[in-house]
């Protein structure tokens, strides 16, 4: 894994960002934190990253507002987006899916769970 390998997460909620971070940490991965929808976009714009964990609900900016501002832009049209949500009506994963994002996961999920995304969605960057 090079230094460009990055994971972000975010999350305005401090103990999830920290138990996302954690888990990610553990596996190896190199991750980077934001807690809000502005602060997000900065740093996917600013990192680059291969993969981001995006709360949906958060303040200044929510997640699908985000993804919809990173697919306009065609230099990050390789970042990975999973939108993660208490919101778990069949309405909210099609608004997600239809904003831009790859994956759509309902809080409460497993850290395993994350950690396996992670790595699936990490190697196969490393292998295309």
């Known amino acids: ?24 940490r553990k596996g190896n991965m190199n991750v980077i934190e934001a ?16 993969l981001v964990f995006l709360d949906v ?5 929510n997640g699908y507002d985000v ?12 970042v990975h987006l999973v939108l993660l949500t208490a919101k778990g009506q069949e309405s909210d994963r099609v608004t997600g899916l239809e904003s831009g994002a790859n994956d759509y996961l309902t809080k409460p999920f497993s850290p395993s769970r994350i950690l396996e995304l992670a790595r699936e969605i990490m190697s196969a960057r490393a292998g295309s």
């Open 57 to 61: 609900m958060m303040p200044k900016m």
């Open 35 to 50: 807690r809000n929808g502005e602060e997000a976009l900065a740093m996917i714009r600013e990192h680059r990253p291969v």
């Open 1 to 24: 894994m090079t230094d460009t390998d990055k994971i972000l997460v975010v999350d305005d909620e401090p103990f999830i960002l920290r138990s996302l971070s954690f888990v990610l």
């Open 67 to 78: 993804v919809r501002e990173v697919r306009k832009d065609a230099t990050l049209a390789d």
